[in-house]
């Protein structure tokens, strides 16, 4: 059962708590930093944010951790920061690869799914009005992929966004 899910924005909060239905549950919010693009968005969410360096360039964003050069503004390069900071075993998926692989497929030792999905920022960002009649069909496809959370054992849900919208 889920014990503590972490969400932003009020899409996660009704998907959660009249979704799931799953009991108690944890609400925390935190302010976004400006612009609000989804490179620095994302990388606000990792730990250590308040020491990393950001910068614009002509090569676009450069978000650097002080004690590495790698740029956390590439996908990549967060998903490694974070798996690294996060210790333990992870395993990565996108949203349609937890909700179309095999539960009996998971590694054993693996204690930590972080699951992944750029289809509610390409909806929002470039459906206008269509995306207020997707976003029913989105929030079902992440119901789906917290029940396969369950289902596989999972204690912790962390339901983020960068954007302050699901």
Not at 106 to 121: G, Q, Y
């Amino acid at each position: 059962m889920l014990r503590n899910i972490e969400k932003l924005g009020l899409a996660g909060y009704i998907f959660t708590f009249e979704r799931l239905d799953v009991g108690p549950s944890q609400v925390k919010t935190c302010l976004s930093p400006v612009p609000s693009v989804t490179e620095v968005g994302m990388a606000a969410l990792l730990p250590g944010w308040a020491n990393f360096q950001v910068d614009y360039t002509a090569k676009g964003w450069q978000i650097s951790p002080t004690e590495s050069h790698d740029n956390l503004a590439r996908r990549d390069k967060r998903l490694a920061w974070l798996t690294g900071q996060l210790g333990g075993t992870s395993a990565v998926y996108t949203l349609d690869e937890w909700l179309t692989g095999a539960l009996d497929e998971l590694e054993p030792e693996v204690n930590r799914l972080i699951v992944t999905s750029t289809t509610i920022d390409a909806i929002g960002e470039g459906a206008g009005m269509v995306a207020l009649h997707t976003f029913e069909a989105l929030l079902t496809r992440l119901e789906q992929g917290a029940r396969r959370l369950l289902a596989a054992g999972g204690t912790t849900l962390h339901l983020v966004t960068d954007h302050g919208f699901l």
